[in-house]
């Protein structure tokens, strides 16, 4: 649309992007076209590794930016979908179970498994995954259908030094600052189960979770959701940057970004979850 | 933020504090209360629309092929996976408890009861949610649905109905492959990797605590679920607009809502199912 009023002379074609992470051929098929992908997602995280360590730090105000961004979206959805989760799920299961055993009290000791360990990370995960994650992806996605980030590798500036790195951080923060907020929301969901529903005291749910809580618990929780987010924003990111054809490719790349973004935490949380449950079997104990 | 005046903008009177901070409150509300309305609206007109739709038989055929080959792996997969998250879980959990011979509870009730249905509803948000938002978004940008209405089908009917309709014959056999694979995923930690328990202590409280009439609820469960994410993502699909930019920020507000309602949905047919009554065979 302007990109015609804006370049009146015929750019030479520029014969090297600098370190543009796409490679465009898509011609080997099946197992071949995922590795291939999957290597392209590695290089991507190497290429912003490096770029978010190294001078020039271009990125710090669309970090900000998208840091905001980011979390005034998705409080919200997460506020609500921890709650009613704990409310349903661990809350009036858990205190079946908790019941069955007569210590519904016990509802609080089965909130550090349930909230910190488990649910508030990867609600957290897949809330930034659907809502930022695709927010992200559509906007790279508009932006390479409408030929910007080959306008900025005209200009000499690097996208994955402007554009990716600042997602890249963003994410992986406000995915570790959000679950705390995933966690309090849980316990509140699971508050109203065993208080409210069951009948058990506040004192025996606050009692009984805070001698369960433990250190590793919380940094293993923090560190996994921190690295959910660098999962949801390597795949947003590779995706977006990769669109090709009009909408249609803009909305299947979204599509595709947030199933792989969902399976890539999944994944990973059971990699995860095993390794600590093993390293710290101390988390396990009830107190 | 105070944008720069732009020469030769009418003189505009700001609006007063009190009637910003009246706006600034309503508004979003009613935003959202006029959106509800109008996916309310489309709901009621895609569930109308069934009633004819068996003309376009081809079509609903069609689409049920395209959702057990495009859906089915990806499913059975995550089913897989939080079961085996379910099974390991279950036994920590419950070795802390002093009752690790009951890890079947844990699984019974994980894998029928609540994240099967979950896990489903995040699977088929963002695989066939988005997908549908992405299809129908681009038929809406290249102007297809008026294409056919000028030549005399009615869109709503040849395109909601028929893939709403697919939904509802397919999405219950997705699910129970799913479930299968959920629990095969459940023996395999907790029998054969633990190896805690033994399968016999485990199948004996695995299916002591599941119902037959569990497995109906948690189809009703999932078909809400699906229902509600189908119909959400077609009509953020049918109304998007704004070219490539449209569809992918369709697809990112479809999926907001989705997640809210996967939640909302969850927990809420929880407490109607087994609220009142766990249905657990154990004590008096």
């Known amino acids: ?287 | 933020m105070s944008a720069p005046s732009l020469a030769g903008d009418p003189v505009v009177r700001r609006p007063t504090a009190p009637a910003r901070l009246r706006e600034g409150l309503t508004g979003p509300v009613r935003g959202v209360l006029k959106e509800a309305g109008e996916l309310a609206q489309f709901s009621g007109r895609a569930v109308l629309e069934l009633r004819g739709v068996f003309r376009y038989s081809a079509e609903i055929l069609r689409q049920v092929g395209i959702l057990v080959t495009g859906s089915l792996v990806v499913v059975a997969l995550m089913q897989f996976v939080i079961g085996m998250q379910c099974a390991t879980e279950a036994n920590y959990v419950l070795r802390g408890y002093g009752a690790s011979a009951y890890s079947g509870v844990f699984t019974a009730w994980c894998g029928i009861r609540e994240m099967g249905p979950y896990m489903w509803g995040y699977i088929i948000a963002a695989k066939v949610g988005c997908g549908l938002v992405a299809e129908l978004g681009s038929m809406r940008i290249n102007n297809e649905f008026s294409a056919m209405e000028s030549l005399g089908i009615n869109p709503m009917r040849y395109v909601v109905a028929t893939r709403l309709m697919a939904c509802i014959i397919a999405f219950p056999m997705i699910y129970l492959v799913g479930l299968a694979f959920h629990m095969v995923a459940n023996q395999v930690i907790i029998v054969d990797q633990i190896g805690e328990v033994s399968k016999g202590g485990w199948e004996g409280v695995h299916w002591a605590f599941i119902r037959p009439v569990d497995v109906l609820y948690s189809e009703i469960k999932i078909m809400a679920m699906g229902m509600a994410i189908v119909l959400v993502a077609m009509y953020y699909g049918y109304t998007a607009k704004g070219g490539p930019v449209g569809v992918g920020s369709a697809t990112a507000r479809s999926m907001i809502l989705n997640l809210v309602l996967i939640h909302v949905i969850g927990s809420v047919l929880t407490m109607v199912f087994w609220g009142l009554n766990p249905a657990s065979p154990v004590g008096g």
């Open chain 1, 1 to 287: 649309m302007e990109a015609a009023t804006l370049a009146p002379p015929t750019l030479p074609q520029t014969p090297t992007e600098p370190s543009t992470p796409p490679p465009d051929k898509k011609s080997s098929s099946g197992l071949a076209a995922v590795l291939e992908e999957i290597a392209a997602m590695l290089l991507l995280v190497g290429q912003a590794a490096r770029a978010s360590v190294t001078r020039p730090f271009v990125w710090r105000d669309e970090f900000i930016e998208q840091t905001f961004l980011i979390i005034r979206r998705c409080f919200i959805p997460v506020v609500i979908s921890t709650t009613f989760f704990g409310l349903g799920a661990p809350g009036i299961q858990g205190g079946n179970i908790t019941y069955i055993f007569g210590t519904v009290d016990r509802l609080g000791a089965f909130f550090v498994m349930a909230s910190v360990r488990e649910f508030a990370p990867w609600i957290n995960g897949m809330v930034i995954a659907g809502v930022g994650g695709t927010a992200i992806c559509a906007d790279l996605g508009a932006r390479k259908v409408r030929q910007e980030l080959d306008a900025l590798a005209v200009l000499g500036m690097d996208p994955v030094r402007t554009i990716v790195v600042p997602r890249f951080l963003a994410l992986g923060l406000v995915t570790a600052l959000m679950n705390l907020v995933a966690i309090v929301f849980g316990l509140v969901g699971g508050w109203i189960a065993a208080v409210p529903v069951f009948g058990d005291t506040s004192a025996g749910y606050l009692a009984t979770f805070s001698s369960n809580f433990t250190l590793p618990d919380l940094l293993g929780s923090v560190i996994k959701t921190s690295l959910f987010g660098f999962i949801v924003a390597v795949v947003c990111c590779y995706k977006g940057m990769t669109v090709k054809g009009g909408a249609e490719g803009v909305g299947r790349a979204v599509n595709q970004a947030v199933v792989l973004s969902f399976v890539g935490i999944w994944a990973f949380n059971f990699v995860f979850t095993t390794t600590m449950l093993a390293a710290f079997p101390e988390t396990g104990n009830l107190h």
